[in-house]
């Protein structure tokens, strides 16, 4: 992130444990500062809302219960292909 004169600022508390697994983030991903941290978050967060309107929540939960239907009924394929597998019928001829 280039270097601007910042003259805004924000602040809130973190308990120790916070603060230090946000200096641990900062130190594994090269960010020099929890200060830096927080703004590149908000800046991302700003640019990628995580937030769906309701219609758009609700479209992608109901394409997500149909996923797990196909998924459910792919397991029960494999399943009894395997039960098939495992316990082959034995035809015996008339003979």
Known sequence: MPLESRS???????TEEEHERFRQLCFTHGIRS??????VA???YFDKPTSLPHDALESRIVELENRIRILA???QKITHQETV???PVRRYSAT
Not at 8 to 14: A, E, H, W
């Open 8 to 14: 805004r600022m924000i602040s809130f508390r973190l």
């Open 85 to 87: 597998r495992a316990f």
């Open 73 to 75: 009924l792919e397991l």
């Open 34 to 39: 929890v200060s830096e941290l927080a703004r």
């Open 42 to 44: 908000m800046n991302n």
